[in-house]
């Protein structure tokens, strides 16, 4: 699927989106319990980079969390930042938001960031030197030092495992509401549309953008999540 089709994709699914998936709300849940501690070190008033911010529900967990921090929303579809720039408004954050409609590579310089989220983003670049370009993207806008925290769909495709996985991926998401219909789109999407690489070779890819090592601090079903800082 190309940037538009996912573009338009995203347009289309914005208004229901976050209560289409509400019923995953754990899983991301744990992701963002696990995020402020990989955080928490940064400044009192730091700058955060939201990749693909979709409707924000992580920005608004760090903004709750950390009311000094400020957030830069970048996503290419206007109605996903349309939707969080109104769960910014009612959660009084909305002065502490910069929404930037576009791709990465679209940002206007500025002072570096200290700290950049990009969740279940990098997985729908189906090249893998794309995928570490836009790894390097992200890392040319964060300070030295910066950190990265990542998420991604990621498994072995070609092992037992990741059938396993997949039967148990499908069976939670069908348990937790997500409509049949989607779930034969998600199964089409993971085999088409969506690069499921390996842990390792993820990890592999966003070191070789100028990152440390990347550590895996989570994981949940196929989803994994890693944390690294940008190299000096």
């Known amino acids: 699927m190309h940037n538009e089709e996912l573009k338009a994709l995203f347009d289309q699914q914005a208004a229901g989106y976050d209560k289409q998936w509400a019923g995953m709300a754990p899983i991301r849940d744990g992701l963002y319990f696990m995020l402020g501690s990989l955080f928490a070190d940064l400044p009192a008033t730091a700058r955060i980079l939201c990749v ?23 996503d290419p579809s206007g109605a996903m930042l349309d939707v ?27 002072p570096g960031y200290d700290g950049a989220t990009c969740f279940l983003v990098s997985q729908f670049q189906l090249d893998p030197d794309a995928r570490t370009a836009f790894f390097h993207e992200i890392g040319l806008r964060l300070k030295p030092r910066g950190i990265l925290a990542n998420a991604d769909l990621a498994s072995d495709t070609g092992s037992p495992a990741y059938e396993a996985l997949l039967r148990s991926w499908m069976t939670l ?17 993971y085999a088409r549309d969506v690069a499921i690489l390996p842990p390792v070779q993820v990890a592999g890819l966003i070191e070789a953008a100028g990152f440390e090592a990347p550590v895996q601090f989570y994981q949940a079903g196929l989803m994994h999540g890693w944390s690294c800082e940008r190299k000096e």
Do not use: D, N
């Open 173 to 189: 998401m069908s348990s937790a509401g997500v409509k049949p219909e989607m779930l034969g789109k998600a199964r089409a999407a």
């Open 84 to 110: 969080c720039r109104q769960r910014a408004e009612q959660g009084g954050f909305l002065s502490r938001c910069r929404f930037h409609k576009g791709y990465l590579e679209t940002l206007p310089s500025g």
């Open 52 to 74: 693909g911010a979709g409707t924000g529900a992580e920005i608004a967990h760090l903004a709750e969390r950390f009311p000094g921090w400020h957030f830069t929303a970048v």
